[in-house]
T-cell receptor, first 111, second 114 residues
Framework: KQEVTQIPAALSVPEGENLVLNCSFT??????LQWFRQDPGKGLTSLLL?????REQTSGRLNASLDKSSGRSTLYIAASQPGDSATYLC??????????FGTGTRLQVFP | ETGVTQTPRHLVMGMTNKKSLKCEQH?????MYWYKQSAKKPLELMFV???????ENNSVPSRFSPECPNSSHLFLHLHTLQPEDSALYLC?????????????FGSGTRLTVV
């Protein structure tokens, strides 16, 4: 059974720091891995999608890596800003097409 | 707008009411999904529709009844809900079992059962 774990559960940092959020999954048979952002009470916004054959994806200050064999992904946020404060969710799409989510990392960036 | 639109954004209903949640996508996707997000829990998959056919029912109580009249629209009909059904209900769309695509989510409906 696929399980997705995210650490840390919560993170509070001053503005300007570079951050690393971690995601691990137990079954490497996946189509892809997707990172989402969720603001309180809102829906999910897709940040980055990494195919199983890819090693990383970049979008602006965000960089996500994937090591499928070890069941790990990291989301790197450069030069964090207060507007980055949100919950970050990692989800894997296994071959059965059930998107499996982690419990998220709640990030707070203070000025 | 994300390409997936959900209405209403907020809903308060009594346990004897009947209401419906609506989801619409204009991304050309052929699969649509209902997820439930409760406090302190990971998102839970409820239903999967591919080409208007329900392909997944994740042991959801019968008081939740989905309907997919076409590939662009998805409904979740609610009746005789319980207070523990209060949650954020999220709709998503994608291409069924096509790994090149990610999921696109709507903004959700915040449901409160009183």
């Amino acid at each position: 059974k696929q399980e997705v774990t995210q650490i840390p559960a919560a993170l509070s940092v001053p503005e300007g720091e570079n951050l690393v959020l971690n995601c691990s999954f137990t079954d490497s048979a996946i189509y892809n891995l997707q990172w989402f952002r969720q603001d309180p009470g809102k829906g999910l916004t897709s940040l980055l999608l990494i195919q199983s054959s890819q090693r990383e994806q970049t979008s602006g200050r965000l960089n996500a890596s994937l090591d499928k064999s070890s069941g790990r992904s990291t989301l790197y946020i450069a030069a964090s800003q207060p507007g980055d404060s949100a919950t970050y969710l990692c989800a894997v799409r296994p071959n059965t097409d059930k998107l499996i989510f982690g419990t998220g990392t709640r990030l707070q960036v203070f000025p | 707008e994300t390409g997936v639109t959900q209405t209403p954004r907020h809903l308060v209903m009594g346990m004897t009411n009947k209401k419906s949640l609506k989801c619409e996508q204009h991304l050309g996707h052929n699969a649509m999904y209902w997820y439930k997000q409760s406090a302190k829990k990971p998102l839970e998959l409820m239903f999967v529709y591919s080409l208007e056919e329900r392909v997944e029912n994740n042991s959801v109580p019968s008081r939740f009844s989905p309907e997919c009249p076409n590939s662009s629209h998805l409904f979740l009909h609610l009746h005789t809900l319980q207070p523990e059904d209060s949650a954020l209900y999220l709709c998503a769309s994608s291409h069924y079992r096509v790994g090149d695509y990610g999921y696109t989510f709507g903004s959700g409906t915040r449901l409160t059962v009183v």
